[in-house]
């Protein structure tokens, strides 16, 4: 099988799961800074060393999580288990930098992937290429270390193969101390990070032996920037089985310049931040998020919505509230979500369509007046039910629309040309069964 059939085998369940948890936790939820702090701020590792001392998140309790995750209709997580700061959420014997080797004194790894297991989940592991804390890891002149322009650090020798055997040891015990892990993501490459420059060929093998189902993201290669040859039609060994638009939605589905879909999915925060961040207050709505899921699925992507934990172990309430209004929703409709894919027809201009085989949903995102008419779908469509509870609709043309006799058109009720508004959902969903072809 070349690269691209594999990629579609193992990336199957993931599509079809489309929206998932990210778990961005670690040292920088005690400054509450975001998880860049000690880059943005240029702190120095002394500094950043009362962070270890202090780490106790007694709260921890990943069964809640799992839970909150499953109750939104997420599928499957991903966690940090190293960001760019270097601190390790599990017990590796590589480092003393581990929680293990902390006041709170557990491997967190461990714990969440049982309760995620527990609760149906697959799970993910995040691993950060890049290492803030690692003596070999490049700091002086660095694009992004905290200490790039610390001159204490201008002449002092470092041995980057050394770190390369670290990160290749650290991702042998991730993939095999765990059991069987879905999801492998790493971030991120940069100029002189990239693909080769960490050993890529090698790591993949490596990843490849000892979980050959598993899913890897492309920043192998890539980042937010760029996706790397993934986007072709001769990805290499490292281009990974699913590429991670960050912050924004592709425009259109993604295909290689021959047409070959790529599988995608988009990372977003609750907020502007990816770590704990209490000013933060630029809260994304349970509403945009639904719309943003039903985006993402219309065109052939995922979701992963990120939560940002305290330093105590609790996830924030406001993002709990978030996760269980999307839960509602996802309750009714989720159906019009899961195994999904792109619609064979075009983009309706009162919302969007997903479809999965005979069944086309369409999301009604705006507020219509009068019955809905359908593009696409003349003479196709056995029945219109409302997907939240079953209801039926009526699929006839009302008197006002004879005018435009190449839609199909469904009606709330009667009169025929009776009105609705969706300032109660986010989106509400049609399901059109079609004639077989
Ligand atoms: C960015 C950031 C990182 C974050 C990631 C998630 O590339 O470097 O902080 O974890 O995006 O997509």
Redesign the pocket.
């Known amino acids: 099988m070349g690269i691209i059939e594999e990629r579609k085998k193992r990336t199957e369940w993931f599509m079809d799961a489309r929206f998932g948890m990210?778990i961005?936790w670690g040292l920088y939820a005690i400054p509450g800074r975001d998880?860049?702090v000690r880059s943005d701020e240029e702190m120095s590792l002394e500094d950043y060393e009362q962070y270890f001392e202090e780490w106790n998140p007694v709260n921890y309790d990943p069964k809640k999580w799992a839970k909150a995750a499953k109750n939104a209709g997420m599928k499957y997580a991903v966690l940090?288990t190293k960001?760019?700061e270097g601190f390790c959420l599990f017990d590796s014997q590589y480092t003393d930098y581990k929680s293990t080797n902390t006041k709170f004194g557990r491997d967190i790894v461990r714990e969440y992937v049982d309760a995620f297991r527990a609760e149906g989940l697959k799970v993910g592991f995040?691993y950060s290429l890049l290492d803030w804390h690692h003596p070999d890891y490049p700091a002086y002149g660095d694009m992004y270390h905290p200490d790039r322009n610390n001159e204490k650090y201008k002449d002092k020798k470092r041995d980057f193969n050394k770190y390369l055997d670290y990160l290749h040891n650290q991702v042998r015990e991730l993939l095999t101390n765990y059991g069987k892990i879905d999801i492998l993501w790493f971030?991120?490459s940069y100029k002189g990070h990239f693909a080769e420059d960490w050993r890529g060929t090698e790591l993949v093998r490596m990843v490849r032996e000892l979980q050959p189902d598993i899913s890897m993201n492309a920043r192998l290669e890539g980042?937010?920037e760029s996706y790397g040859s993934i986007m072709t039609d001769d990805p290499k060994v490292t281009a990974g089985d699913f590429t991670?638009p960050?912050m924004i939605i592709p425009m259109k589905g993604l295909r290689t310049p021959s047409g070959t879909e790529v599988p995608w999915e988009a990372?977003f925060t609750m907020n502007n931040c990816?770590g704990y961040t209490p000013m933060d207050i630029h809260k994304k709505t349970a509403s945009q998020i639904v719309r943003k899921l039903v985006e993402c699925t219309s065109k052939n992507g995922n979701m992963i919505l990120n939560v940002s934990p305290t330093a105590k172990g609790d996830i924030p309430k406001w993002q709990l509230n978030i996760l269980e209004e999307v839960g509602e929703w996802m309750h009714e409709n989720s159906e019009s979500i899961y195994g999904c894919r792109m619609s064979e027809f075009e983009k309706p201009e009162w919302g969007r369509y997903t479809q999965k085989g005979n069944k086309l949903y369409a999301h009604v995102l705006d507020e219509c007046v009068g019955a809905i008419a359908l593009p696409g779908v003349k003479g196709r469509v056995k029945k219109a039910r409302r997907l939240c509870d079953g209801s039926e609709m009526l699929l006839m043309t009302p008197w006002v629309a004879k005018e435009f006799p190449g839609y199909e058109f469904v009606n709330y009720g009667k009169p025929d040309y009776c009105s609705f508004s969706i300032e109660s959902t986010p989106d509400n969903v049609i399901e059109l069964t079609l004639e077989d072809k």
């Open positions: 990210f961005h998880a860049w940090t960001h760019h995040y971030d991120f980042s937010g991670c960050e990372c990816w």
